[in-house]
């Protein structure tokens, strides 16, 4: 899919990448000025089919004009995200998205 990341490059962002973390997701992101590429790993324990999509498009709305390669990982089953939570959820990955300073800064791998 276009805009996805390969499986080699979810792996590379999740050992390399900077890390933030939310309420519900553990934020990990590789800076680099080509348009933004999103990864999600997402099991089947996070919610049914409905609810991970939901979260797929909104967070990929959510990160559309950014740069960078991003990894999504949930902490918490996503049924208990509802609608009445979401906008929280959404202001702190926004400060996340536009706060270009990494909060756990980690080395570049060694090729």
Request: hydrophobic residues 35%; positive net charge; aromatic residues 8%.
């Amino acid at each position: 899919m276009k805009g996805s990341l390969s499986s080699q490059r979810v792996r590379d962002v999740g050992k390399c990448g900077l890390k933030n973390r939310t309420a519900f997701f553990l934020i990990k992101r590789l800076t680099t000025q080509t348009p933004a590429k999103i990864g999600f790993a997402f099991s089947r324990k996070t919610g049914n089919a409905v609810i991970r999509n939901r979260f797929k498009r909104r967070l990929r709305a959510l990160l559309s004009k950014t740069t960078g390669e991003w990894l999504f990982i949930p902490l918490k089953n996503l049924t208990s995200l509802t609608n009445d939570a979401w906008p929280a959820e959404k202001a702190r990955i926004e400060a996340v998205r536009d706060n270009q300073k990494p909060t756990h800064p980690r080395p570049a791998p060694v090729l």
